[in-house]
């Protein structure tokens, strides 16, 4: 199993539709034919010093092996994403893990 955390930090200014619709692309993600499960979501309300809020949005996702995480990134569906989506972040963080 291969889990594909994406840590998003948005550009200042974007209206609430804006941020609605960057999430409801994030959510196109998971209907990716190769993606096991995944959850979309935004900073929990925890609050201890160690733990990293500055994030807007988190996309985590799992695949069945390396291969499968290759084939989504040339998915079709992550393609109209990053088309239709990129405009509202600044900063990206991947992590992934096994």
Request: charged share 20%; aromatic share 12%; glycine share 6%.
């Amino acid at each position: 199993m291969l889990n594909h955390l994406v840590l998003f930090w948005t550009k200042d200014g974007l209206s609430d539709a804006d941020r609605a619709d960057f999430e409801q692309g994030l959510r196109s993600l998971l209907q990716i034919s190769v993606v096991e499960g995944g959850s979309v979501g935004t900073p929990a309300a925890t609050n201890r010093p160690n733990v990293d809020r500055s994030y807007a949005f988190a996309l985590m996702l799992r695949f069945k092996n390396v291969t499968a995480h290759d084939a989504y990134q040339i998915d079709p569906i992550h393609n109209a994403f990053h088309a239709r989506c990129e405009k509202y972040w600044q900063k990206v963080a991947v992590y992934d893990f096994g």
